[in-house]
């Protein structure tokens, strides 16, 4: 099965949208064309570009309706000013499904696994600093789940090296709770001069 993406991007011009579009979705027939931020198309800084991709993309699956799945994803509110930038999304997508945001305990199942697959061990007290991070966390449309997850590895992976190269020492291939990114979510003040 071939997965193709659909990226949101700055298009080139007019009717090179549709050619773009076209070549994108040929080359997913007989698989799953999965459109990640679909919402992106229709909102007004991508002007007629985004109205032109979702216009092919309308007559294309219905040319192809029996080739390929095509999936369009993104969050609830967004999709759903999509689904009314054009009166054929509707009928192209009568099936909405409507995922919850993960637990804390699978965020956590998350982050250990990745840290596992890093080859990362956890000191015993990581998962309480990171249930206490999580709780803090504001739970908006904007929150990444998984990808919030990664960021917050990601972060501690940098901040543990930062910690050891520092003098702090310790084991290069375990994760303490001071390597978590810290729980208040406010915004550090800057300082010195911008230009």
Sequence with gaps: MTRNWLR?????????????????????VG????????????????????????????KLIEEHRDDLVVIV?????????????????TSRFPTMLKFPDYTDDEL??????????????LGTDVESALRALLRST???ESFGNGRFVRNVFDRAVALQGQRITS??????????????????????TPSGQYL
Aim: aromatic share 10%.
């Design 167 to 188: 003098g702090d020492g310790g084991d290069v291939r375990q994760l303490l709770a001071v390597d978590l990114p810290p729980v208040s979510v406010e915004p550090e």
């Design 73 to 89: 994803a993104g969050y609830e509110g967004k999709m759903a000013a999509f689904m009314n930038a054009n009166p054929g999304l």
């Design 8 to 28: 949101n991007g700055t298009p080139s011009t007019g009717s090179r949208t549709a050619l773009k579009t076209r070549a994108v979705f040929e080359k997913a």
């Design 108 to 121: 956590v199942e998350i982050f250990t696994l990745m840290a596992a697959k890093g080859g990362y061990s």
């Design 138 to 140: 504001v739970r908006d």
């Design 31 to 58: 698989g799953v064309l999965f459109i990640d931020e679909a919402y992106s198309l229709s909102q007004a800084w991508f002007d007629d570009y985004g109205a032109e991709a979702i216009a092919e993309l309308i």
